[in-house]
């Protein structure tokens, strides 16, 4: 296979990660970077060129499109929430194979209309949903496909993180103009939204296992909030009674919990955890008529030919033998990357997706079925916890049980 060629836009924390996993992975060409901040952009320009690649950059992500659409496979997209949509959409437009990192929408409407987007563009839009890669992740998917679970009927999952430190810095207490990384965007949605605001960690893995938008689907949604406590605790202990952001009013409870209901008769319940003090944490739990995996701490299973004990024997030791074949042959390369390690096998899966020329992983329609519960959480929250119907999208009911998986 020959080497495709990638530009990349933001280059934050994400960006970062990716541009240097591109790196190792020996499959791409890096043909050209973009931010908006011209300090973070030249780090990743010296990078580039430490490592022998000679690459364009911009701060305009539309020049560096228009200069350079014939020239480019792909772009890797890892910039704001506000931002995301709009520059993937520009690519898209291109028939250029886009990396969209996990991206927060507002409306279920902004869904639909990036799936129509998409699929009349040629379909080329890859979602970076990282934990869908991780290794115990895709083992128990290889074992929920090969039945070893029994029929699965209820499932949990979440994002479980004190992400404060993100949200405000540990030092100086600052968010919004003038803050860096996150802080500088992702914050100012905690004041206006109460809703889960990152449902996509924990609910990816979810769905590929019950098969949501194959043969199975969401009907309902209904969440909850409890009062939200944890910024205005976090604000005091480090800013004192008296910091001018005591003043505001976030709106985010601290804990969002929804159940999902779907038409195979399952229930799955989503929590969005993040500012309480707390080890990070999905969550996950998978439960069928043969047996039932948990991974909070620890990461635990009990199939039915031990429950006679009722003890839990450690995941791992019963995942081995049906572990992807996308991690036994990356997994050596894997260990020298930039963070995770399941960040570089999904890189793998996205270069190879662009170098094959072939149907994303996971979608447009995947990302927009996860996206949903956000403005729906909201919607139930604010009508008093109201049951809210699951919107369908056209190709929701009628996408066959796909092969790649
Ligand atoms: N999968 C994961 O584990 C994970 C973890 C953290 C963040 N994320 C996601 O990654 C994305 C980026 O997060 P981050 O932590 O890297 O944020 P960041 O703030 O560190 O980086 C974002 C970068 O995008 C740049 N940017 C914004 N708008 C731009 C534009 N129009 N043109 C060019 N550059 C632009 C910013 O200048 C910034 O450098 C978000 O969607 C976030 O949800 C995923």
Redesign the pocket.
């Known amino acids: 296979m020959g080497k495709c060629k990638v530009a990349f ?7 970062t990660i990716h541009l240097k996993n591109t790196m190792l992975s020996e499959r791409a060409e890096i043909v050209a970077l ?4 011209q300090a ?1 952009l030249l780090q990743s320009v010296d990078l580039c060129q430490e490592n022998g690649y000679v690459v364009d950059f911009y ?1 305009d ?1 539309h020049k560096m499109c228009e200069q350079l659409a014939g020239q480019m496979d792909a772009v890797i997209i ?4 506000q ?2 949509l709009k ?1 993937a959409k520009t690519f898209i437009a291109k028939q250029i194979y886009v990396g969209l ?4 929408v507002g409306s279920v409407a902004e869904c639909v209309q990036m799936y129509e987007f998409t699929k009349q563009h040629g379909d080329h839009l890859f979602v ?1 949903e ?1 934990v869908c890669y991780r290794q115990d992740v895709m083992a128990i998917n290889n074992m929920v496909k090969a039945g070893v679970f029994g029929e699965i009927v209820h499932a949990q999952c979440g994002y479980k993180h004190d992400l404060r430190p993100v949200l405000f810095g540990s030092e100086k207490l600052k968010f919004g103009n003038g803050a860096t ?2 802080a ?2 992702r914050t100012p949605y905690y004041l206006d939204q109460n809703a889960d605001l990152y449902p996509h ?1 924990g609910l990816g893995p979810i769905c590929t296992m019950l098969g949501i938008g194959y043969q199975n689907y969401f009907t309902s949604i209904t969440s909850f909030a409890t009062k939200g406590i944890g910024i205005a605790t976090y604000l005091k202990d480090l800013g004192g009674e008296h910091h001018p952001y005591l003043d505001l009013s976030f709106s985010l409870g601290d804990v969002i919990t929804s159940v999902l209901q779907t038409s195979n008769g399952q229930t799955v319940v989503v929590h969005h955890d993040i500012l309480s003090p707390r080890p990070y944490s999905l969550g996950f739990t998978l439960q069928g008529n043969k047996g039932i995996w948990e991974e909070h701490a620890q990461s635990v299973i009990c199939l039915q030919e031990h429950h006679q004990e009722h003890r839990w024997q450690e995941a791992e030791q019963v995942y081995e033998p049906y572990i992807d074949s996308l991690w036994r042959v990356n997994e050596e390369a894997a260990k020298k990357s930039a963070r995770h390690q399941m960040d570089y096998i999904m890189l793998i899966d996205f270069l190879d997706t662009v170098l094959k020329k072939s149907k994303p992983r996971y979608g447009v329609l995947d990302w927009a079925i996860w996206s949903m519960i956000t403005p729906l959480s909201a919607r139930s929250i604010e009508r008093g916890n109201q049951k809210i119907p699951f919107p369908k999208i056209v190709e929701y009911e009628h996408r066959v049980t796909a092969a790649i998986f």
């Open positions: 836009v933001g280059l934050g924390y994400r960006g973009c931010d908006l901040d973070l701060t992500f890892s910039a704001s929430w931002q995301s520059i990192e996990v991206t927060v970076l990282n990384g996150e500088a965007w960690h």
